[in-house]
């Protein structure tokens, strides 16, 4: 039997420049209260690794794009840019 | 020796050599490595109390109240018209040690389960919890990890956090104390019991696939000591998923409106190992378990690992035989997987196969029953911490209001709100009292009735003296539930305890359980269940002996229940109950003023207390009361403070006292029942009737009004706060 | 005026939304279940409560937003039906585009459950019709998400209530979560889908505190016999 080929994307997600982003205050905050005076801001996104069967890897960007328009992302609040991780390769 | 295999294997089951032995015995044959983990479970000090057992029969466990008592998933009590409250409390000590907010959050998820389990519909928690001094860094990360994952995971699966407790004692600096009790609703028809009965049955499993998730947890998280190096241990550590805990919730009750379901169990501490014996031995049946039928998160699992397996989410159901499309249906219309993977037999043994392949073949009764008991060692304690504390050593306060004010901003007194705010008290819409009055009082909609909780524990009493300490603790609770109208009912109980192979602890246990049977006889408040977390000890520090009360009351009429804050100006501030025998000793003013946890615990007057409780929920429920409480720890100024924080008017009071003692003994001292009313002027010839009819004392001591709480003592005034700066001083104890 | 209150796996004021429509306000009120694809004919309010719709380990209300039960409350709204979105409700809303804007974290990270105050401001609405702008009234709030932030594009929403002092004072003393001009409630530009915050099924009746709960959800049947629909 042949092996699943397939392609990890990984989707990068983050606020919009200028979007009030209170865990990243509270942590840039934090930072420089225990002595890491240099940093100037910290900013929090979040990353979903998306396993996708398959060799295409136009094809599995444009899906992965669709999936982050009609889910994975507010597009009110969010930006995003897709990564490949790995792939095309056997799984397991 | 380290390389016999045998050797090896029943250490790492948690199990000692006598026990492998009394295993082979039973079996007739030595087990094999999974019947060996299996064993290593049922037998654990979580699993099967082999520790504390004998001495858990001297509890009172029946009234006319008790439907049911220990034994079972939760106790259940009769309300009346036909409905009934099902109540438990469990700990979760050991992963709330390891992982905080996992620890926590788990802990909530495994007793909404065992509400669930008897078809109750949870309508409520609380939470018991006891940190160490919070100017430690590390303990600071525990508390506030162990609230953000109450807070998680109540919060989403939607069942309120109404009440509980929070202390803090350099005694839990390293073995926090996370107890966590569920009281749920139902009407007494749609009781369901953890039984697995009826030959040919089939078995499912229902909720989250199987991981590897928690492996070992009951045998060793629970059941031994957390050393340095307990890091190791997090991947034992369960993750809990609140919204697949909602779909189960819904998806059993709805399940549990046809017949098709016989049983069901929570599959907690110790999985589907503990699930399939338990319910096979209450039913006095067998179980046949293919783990090929089990839906697992991973695909290489073994039979040992899915056997042994914590993952949360999970539980047992014994359906009726011919109603399989049903079942699979209703669940799967709520997104839950349901398994079949086994049925009921008849033939007494838990028997585990893959497929054709029998596992693992052991009869039922060995595995629960089975377990060894022990009467191990006791011994008084050789520093017998009890003695008279030396008040009259002890300064006088200069300013009796600075005192005041230090007390009421101590972590151990000041107000909770910053922890309850984070908890969703609400939802459901029957809580009539919220968080910080003296119990949790719910509604039952479509009637004027509802029912009042409370957790209440108090290891520093329970150190000086575990047998008065433990039925002061029942005590307390007691008068909790009065302060707010209810009837006492029944008790749960977690009983938190250090390493039972100590004779000094072991002494302390056995103290405590003979405390608190006779104050639940006296108090005619049965024992419905509960659950025993020893080993709470790292290195040789263990914890104060603690054990947490959980107590159930009815109200008749919740519209009457009042609340502690002051309501009018004028209205008479009265005492009742045992007015002048507060002392200093064992005393919360000694603990935090003088750094000095000693003295005599007062015995508890049950005649008082009778009266006492009796004559409060009686102002309470004849509408003869603006406001009630109960003066506890930090005696008398803690509580009146209290009710003029707790005033939406931000009222105040003048109080007149009349007495010879030293001022701080009158305004700090604690013990016996003593409860704070304020009664309108017409209402006051009603209080004296039911003092006379009650023969409990009552006294009045000064009247509600102005801003600012006053006391004076023989004519002159010792002691001046505005209720802003008695808020001020609540508030800053926890920020 | 028939109700009818959404149920997301996961919603968990549903029961409390039917109860308080159902007994308190006395109208009929029947539950609308996450796979229908259609809102039945003849209902007049569809209320979407408070809760995890699915867990909303996403974002809140982001996975509810895109179920055909919501497809159909969009076009309930779209012919002029009355939709309130309550907590998790006001959230879905936002996700699924029917009101602008969205709720994040609140500014200090943390859950909360308490009673605050809001002031009914002057933009109209059936939820608000019986109110007079400026009235305070007293609702819990308990969320974790619930600091509105407007649209990107810089149009500002038509708000319902603002977060304020007992007195009717704004502030950020008053404000409990972050919100941008202390928004605690907005509508739609034609008003019939109104997103709030604050639960008023928790302050309906007298036992429980607060009766204000009422006067958002009289204020809907009001509006329904008094200026009937949309005109459709």
């Not at chain 2, 107890?179 to 030959?199: D, F, K």
């Amino acid at each position: 039997m042949e092996r699943l080929i397939f392609v990890l994307m990984r989707v990068v997600v983050t606020l919009k420049p200028g979007v009030q982003d209170p865990e990243g205050a509270t942590i840039t905050d934090s930072l420089q209260r225990i002595g890491f005076a240099s940093v100037n801001r910290v900013t929090v996104g979040r990353h979903f690794d998306i396993e996708i069967p398959g060799r295409d890897e136009d094809r599995i960007r444009r899906e992965v794009e669709k999936m982050c328009e009609s889910l994975l992302v507010n597009p009110v609040l969010q930006d995003y840019h897709i990564e490949r991780i790995q792939g095309p390769q056997p799984a397991g | 020796m380290g390389s016999e295999p045998r050797m090896a294997s029943w250490e790492e089951a948690g199990l000692t050599a006598k026990e492998y032995d009394e295993i082979c015995e039973q079996l007739r044959r030595p087990p094999n490595a999974l019947e060996l983990g299996m064993y290593g479970l049922m037998w654990s000090e979580h699993c099967s109390y082999k520790s504390s057992l004998l001495h858990l029969e001297q509890l009172p466990t029946e009234g006319e109240r008790v439907l049911q008592g220990p034994g079972e998933n939760a106790g259940i009590i009769d309300l009346g018209d036909g409905l009934a409250a099902a109540f438990r409390i469990e700990s979760h000590n050991h992963p709330s040690a390891v992982e905080p907010v996992q620890g926590a959050a788990t802990g909530v998820g495994g007793i909404l389960r065992d509400i669930l389990a008897v078809g109750a519909r949870p309508i409520a928690l609380l939470d018991s919890l006891r940190f160490g001094n919070l100017h430690d860094s590390r303990v600071e990360h525990l508390f506030s990890g162990v609230v953000s994952g109450i807070s998680q995971y109540g919060n989403s699966v939607g069942v309120p956090t109404v009440g509980g407790e929070v202390y803090f004692d350099d005694a839990y600096a390293d073995n926090p104390l996370v107890n966590v009790m569920c009281v749920g609703i139902m009407s007494t028809e749609q009781l369901t019991r953890g039984t697995a009965v009826g030959p040919g049955n089939p078995v499912y499993i229902v909720g989250a696939p199987t991981g590897r998730d928690g492996i070992h947890g009951a045998s060793l998280l629970a059941s031994r000591q957390l050393g340095d190096g307990d890091g190791d241990m997090r991947p034992a550590v369960q993750v809990g998923d609140p919204f697949r805990e909602k779909l189960l919730i819904e998806g059993c009750l709805e399940m549990l409106q046809s017949d098709a379901v016989i049983g069901l169990n929570d599959l907690g501490a110790a999985g589907l190992t503990s699930a399939a014996s338990e319910t096979a031995a209450r039913g006095g049946t067998g179980m046949d378990i293919d783990i090929r039928a089990v839906p697992r998160r991973e695909s290489d699992m073994t039979p040992y690992e899915i056997m042994l397996s914590e993952s949360q989410e999970r539980m047992l159901v014994i359906g009726r035989r011919g109603c399989e499309e049903e079942i699979e249906e209703t669940f799967r219309r709520w997104e839950l997987d349901a398994a079949c993977i086994g049925k009921v037999t008849n033939d007494e043994v838990l028997s585990i196969r893959d497929g054709e392949r029998i596992l693992a073949h052991i009869p039922v009764q060995s595995l629960t029953s089975g377990a060894p008991r022990y009467d191990r060692p006791t011994r008084p304690p050789s520093d017998c911490a009890a003695r008279e504390a030396g008040a009259e050593e002890i300064p006088i306060p200069h300013d009796a209001g600075d005192a005041l004010l230090q007390m009421l901003s101590h972590p151990n007194l000041c107000s909770r709100r910053s922890i309850y705010r984070q908890y969703d008290h609400m939802v459901g819409i029957d809580t009539v009292l919220t968080p910080g009055a003296d119990a949790a009082v719910l509604r039952i909609k479509g009637t004027e009735r509802g029912l009042a909780l409370v957790t209440d524990g108090n290891g520093m009493l329970c150190r000086l003296d575990p047998e008065r300490g433990a039925a002061q603790t029942v005590a307390e609770s007691y008068r909790n539930i009065c302060a707010v109208g209810g009837e006492p009912l029944a008790v749960t109980n977690c009983l938190n305890f250090a390493d039972p192979e100590h004779p000094e602890v072991m002494h302390a246990f056995q103290q405590v359980v003979q405390g608190m049977a006779r104050a639940c006889r006296e108090l005619n408040t049965p024992v419905t269940g509960g659950n025993v977390s020893f080993y709470n000890q790292t290195l040789d520090r263990g914890i104060a002996p603690t054990p947490v009360i959980g107590m159930v009351g009815s109200v008749d009429d919740v519209s009457r229940c009042p609340g502690r804050g002051f309501q009018r100006p004028g209205d008479a501030v009265l005492m009742a109950g045992q007015i002048n025998t507060a002392k200093l000793a064992a005393s919360q003013y000694l603990n935090i003023m003088h750094g000095l946890q000693e003295g005599p615990v007062p015995e508890v007057d049950y005649d008082a207390e009778r009266r006492a409780g009796e004559l409060c929920r009686r102002a309470i429920m004849e509408d003869a009361v603006h406001s009630a409480t109960d003066i506890s720890d930090g005696g008398l100024m803690i509580a009146v403070s209290e009710c003029g924080a707790a005033s939406d008017e931000g009222l105040g009071c003048r109080l007149d006292l009349t007495d010879s003692r030293r001022p701080d003994e009158l305004l700090f001292g604690e013990g016996g029942p003593r409860y704070l009313l304020t009664v309108p002027e017409d209402q006051i010839d009603t209080l004296v009737c039911l003092a006379r009819e009650t023969q409990c004392p009552v006294e009045r001591i000064g009247t509600v009004g102005g801003s600012e709480v006053q006391v004076h003592v023989n004519g002159e005034l010792i002691l001046r706060a505005s209720v802003p700066s008695l808020c001020r001083a609540r508030g800053e104890g926890l920020t | 005026m028939q109700f009818c209150v959404v149920t997301y796996p996961g919603s968990n004021c549903d029961r409390d939304c039917y109860h308080v429509i159902g007994e308190v306000l006395g109208e009929p009120v029947r539950y609308l279940r996450h796979w229908a694809e259609h809102v039945p004919r003849g209902t007049s309010c569809v209320v979407l409560p408070g809760g995890f719709s699915y867990g909303d380990y996403l974002r809140p209300g982001a996975i509810a937003a895109r179920m055909p039960v919501t497809g159909a409350i969009e076009d309930f709204a779209a012919g002029g039906g009355l939709v309130l979105g309550i907590c998790n409700g006001f959230q879905i809303l936002c996700e699924a585009g029917l009101l602008p804007g969205s709720l994040i974290v609140n500014d200090h990270l943390a859950f909360s459950c308490l009673p605050v105050h809001v002031r009914v401001e002057g933009d109209p609405s059936p939820f608000t019709h019986s109110l007079k702008q400026g009235e305070v009234l007293r609702m819990p709030i308990a969320h974790r998400d619930g600091n509105y932030r407007p649209p990107s594009d810089g149009a500002q929403p038509q708000v319902a209530l603002r977060y304020c002092s007992p007195a009717g004072e704004l502030g950020e003393d008053y404000n409990p979560n972050g919100s941008q001009y202390s928004t605690a409630a907005i509508t739609n530009e034609r008003g019939n889908v109104m997103g709030m915050m604050p639960h008023p099924e928790r302050c309906a009746e007298s036992i429980l505190g607060g009766e204000d709960g009422m006067r958002v959800l009289q204020s809907a049947v009001d509006w329904w016999k008094e200026v009937g629909s949309y005109g459709i």
